[in-house]
């Protein structure tokens, strides 16, 4: 068995230790049913880790990972952490986080047959498509992608209000809010978007309304 597999474990007593050393109770506590105001929907790369970028401790953030933070309400294992996340756990916030250099981003817009990650990535395709005429008018290719990345971000919000639960336990509760947020991995930083959450909502709502509800928008704007 390799050695940098071993280390693993020996880490993880190391981290046992330290956890009780601070607190005798720390793991009888994390046992508890966790309440998580946060869900997290990141890429899998291994560079941009929820929970050390945000500074978050054990049960502060659920979280949910994909090749390029694809919310594809066909894939039901995006869908299944969304509904869990906000039916049962009751989240406040759930954050769409991309991040730039990102390798799925890159490869969707490479003419090459990728074989199964080809449907996948398709996803990020109708991205540019939707947003082609900005994205070609950007001639460095760095910053390109660094927009792709970004407008990624916010079709992928999109496709979380378009969910019914999301939907109706905003009208019932005004909560949760979505956010979209791109990591730096050049300077370390998290750079919110500045999602308009509730101006998606109103845009939306002719197409997207599975709530059978009217929308009570107005007085949050006086």
């Known amino acids: 068995m390799s050695q940098s597999y071993k280390v693993i474990f020996e880490n993880n007593r190391k981290w046992v230790e330290s956890k009780l050393a601070d607190n005798p109770n720390f793991f009888q506590d994390l046992a508890k049913t966790q309440t998580p105001e946060y869900l997290y929907i990141g890429c899998s790369d291994s560079r941009a880790t929820a929970e050390e970028l945000m500074g978050a401790k054990p049960g502060e953030v659920f979280v949910h990972r994909n090749i390029a933070n694809i919310v594809n309400t066909l894939d039901m294992s995006s869908t299944a952490v969304i509904q869990y996340a906000v039916e049962h756990l009751k989240v406040k916030h759930i954050i769409v986080c991309g991040h730039y ?91 919110d978007l500045e999602i308009d959450f509730e101006k998606i909502l109103k845009d939306i709502q002719k197409i997207y309304n599975l709530t059978s509800s009217d929308w009570v928008m107005s007085r949050k704007t006086k």
């Open 101 to 191: 250099n990102c390798g799925g981003v890159k490869a969707a817009m490479t003419p090459e047959d990728l074989g199964l990650l080809n449907p996948w990535l398709r996803n990020i395709r109708d991205v540019y498509r939707l947003h082609q005429s900005e994205l070609d008018s950007i001639t460095d290719e760095g910053k390109r992608y660094d927009r792709l990345v970004e407008l990624n971000v916010q079709e992928q919000c999109i496709n979380v209000v378009k969910m019914a639960c999301v939907q109706e336990r905003y009208i019932l509760e005004e909560y949760p809010v979505v956010h979209g947020w791109v990591f730096d991995l050049r300077t370390g930083k998290i750079i």
